[in-house]
């Protein structure tokens, strides 16, 4: 498998990864569906979870996919992709996001933290409450971004290991 980031995009988008397999796109499609739970369907048990390894929809040439999980996680990985046939295999294109609630929470916290910032270091002059606000905005911040950067690659990491098992799709 040949991996190439960033084929097509900027040099610094690090929510993109691009992959050229040597797979019939209907082969890889068909597997990927295998192992695509579609939203909505709610397994009875704990086994029939380790079955899916993706939540999410496979249509003709695009897919939007996120890692199956047990329990809610607002910091999982969306995978957007689009999947094109090539006279060797196929090319697939992933963009990686998060929930947009969770875009929103983010923004709405750290704003609500400057502001609370500002207000104790210009307006009711308080050098210690207004370190402090800055701090715990900042270390909210910080984890969020480090807690959606894990849960990106864990992603990333599944991807790899489908898309290296050979023997899955030659069979």
Same mark, same amino acid.
């Given at each position: 498998?040949?991996?190439?980031? $960033? /084929?097509? !995009?900027?040099?610094?988008?690090?929510?993109?990864? #691009?992959?050229?397999?040597? @797979?019939?796109?209907?082969?890889?499609?068909?597997?990927?569906?295998?192992?695509?739970?579609?939203?909505?369907?709610?397994?009875?048990?704990?086994?029939?979870?380790?079955?899916?390894?993706?939540?999410?929809?496979?249509?003709?040439?695009?897919?939007?996919?996120?890692?199956?999980?047990?329990?809610?996680? $607002? /910091?999982? !990985?969306?995978?957007?992709?689009?999947?094109?046939? #090539?006279?060797?295999?196929? @090319?697939?294109?992933?963009?990686?996001?998060?929930?947009?609630?969770?875009?929103?929470?983010?923004?709405?916290?750290?704003?609500?933290?400057?502001?609370?910032?500002?207000?104790?270091?210009?307006?009711?002059?308080?050098?210690?409450?207004?370190?402090?606000?800055?701090?715990?905005?900042?270390?909210?911040?910080?984890?969020?971004?480090?807690?959606?950067?894990?849960?990106?690659?864990?992603?990333?990491?599944? @991807?790899?290991?489908?898309?290296?098992?050979?023997?899955?799709?030659?069979?």
């Amino acid at each position: 498998m040949k991996k190439l980031q $960033n /084929f097509h !995009s900027h040099n610094w988008n690090l929510n993109q990864r #691009t992959y050229v397999l040597p @797979f019939e796109k209907s082969r890889l499609l068909t597997y990927l569906k295998q192992l695509t739970k579609p939203y909505g369907d709610k397994p009875k048990r704990k086994k029939d979870y380790e079955r899916y390894r993706f939540t999410g929809k496979i249509e003709k040439n695009k897919f939007r996919l996120s890692r199956t999980v047990l329990e809610p996680n $607002n /910091f999982l !990985s969306i995978a957007e992709g689009t999947i094109e046939s #090539t006279s060797k295999g196929c @090319f697939i294109q992933i963009k990686y996001k998060t929930f947009k609630f969770t875009r929103i929470l983010i923004w709405f916290w750290g704003v609500l933290g400057l502001c609370m910032t500002l207000y104790f270091s210009f307006y009711k002059i308080n050098v210690l409450y207004g370190i402090l606000a800055g701090i715990f905005t900042l270390a909210h911040t910080t984890v969020c971004i480090l807690s959606i950067q894990r849960q990106k690659k864990i992603l990333e990491d599944i @991807f790899d290991e489908v898309f290296n098992s050979y023997n899955e799709f030659l069979n």
